[in-house]
């Protein structure tokens, strides 16, 4: 079994036990209620065949918070018969999403 934390990694750029062949990123924007919501989402492809998927959905709204919510999904689209746990990963702001890594990439 592989970690999750494995794949996040290597997508956003940190040192990492797998290689990332390629990224393509998709981003729309609408607007919601006054402020307009941004999602990106990013499909990221390993050498060993796994399919990672990225998606962050945020919004404009003026936040004072150092870590301000937004929407973060992982989720393993292909596995090329690797298992990966756990398939799938969301989180409500950056700074969990950062803590998460740290934690398992230690």
Not at 13 to 19: D, E
Not at 38 to 64: I, M
Not at 66 to 80: F, G, K, L, P, R
């Amino acid at each position: 079994m592989e970690h999750l934390s494995r794949y996040v990694a290597a997508a956003l750029g940190k040192p990492s036990a797998v290689t990332l062949l390629r990224q393509e990123s998709i981003e729309e924007s609408w607007p919601d209620q006054g402020f307009t919501v941004t999602r990106c989402s990013c499909t990221y492809w390993f050498e060993n065949g796994v399919v990672l998927q990225r998606v962050v959905e945020q919004d404009d709204f003026p936040a004072e918070l150092a870590c301000a919510e937004c929407w973060i999904d992982y989720q393993i689209v292909s596995t090329a018969d690797i298992d990966v746990q756990p398939a799938q990963k969301s989180f409500d702001n950056a700074c969990r999403e950062s803590f998460w890594l740290a934690y398992h990439q230690a």
